[in-house]
């Protein structure tokens, strides 16, 4: 351990990736915002988890934290995704890493990518997106719920949803390797 904040050695005295970003407030207002603030938490400790994995995985320890923002985007590329904890949520950081991994160690390296950008972009999601992201992608709540949530009918927050899912693919643009599928 190197005893400052949000960073760590492995044991061949590597520091981890610096992240200054962990302890950044989320305002807390309503319930939503609570659920959303618990959300950007897990999403700065899937970073943290997935670039200290990788920095003992690769050949290149430098190469942790960018390959680590690239896994974060894929995960928020189709943000249902988060309403899954356990193996499901596992397995699709695994199936993300391991390809990136194996690119890395084959000569080809992760582009630079900067967690705190993704994260500032992620932080500036608009409420009327952060109400249906919570709904939707965190509760996994259906359109019906999602309509009577918003108090709209189900076309328009079939709209809303469509608009999220657009919305979640421009937070993350740049920091994708493939296009996701359309679902979300």
């Not at 050695?9 to 989320?26: I, K």
């Not at 249906?132 to 719920?145: A, E, H, Q, Y």
Request: net charge negative.
């Amino acid at each position: 351990m190197t005893g400052r904040p949000g960073r760590s050695a492995d044991v061949a005295g590597r520091p981890a990736p610096a992240d200054t970003s962990l302890h950044r407030p989320v305002a807390v207002d309503r319930t939503a915002d609570a659920e959303f603030a618990e959300w950007v938490q897990r999403l700065r400790s899937t970073y943290r988890a997935v670039a200290f994995t990788c920095q003992h995985r690769l050949s290149e320890p430098a190469h942790a934290g960018p390959l680590a923002v690239r896994v974060v985007a894929g995960l928020l590329a189709r943000p249902t995704v988060f309403r899954y904890f356990g193996l499901p949520f596992s397995g699709r950081i695994a199936s993300l890493a391991e390809n990136l991994i194996a690119d890395a160690e084959a000569g080809n390296p992760p582009a630079p990518a900067d967690w705190s950008a993704l994260e500032d972009r992620v932080l500036s999601i608009p409420d009327h997106h952060r109400s249906v992201l919570v709904s939707v992608c965190l509760n996994g709540d259906d359109i019906d719920t999602l309509a009577a949530k918003l108090a709209c009918g189900t076309d328009e927050a079939t709209r809303r949803r469509t608009a999220l899912v657009g919305y979640m693919r421009d937070v993350v643009a740049g920091n994708l390797t493939s296009t996701p599928d359309e679902e979300g």
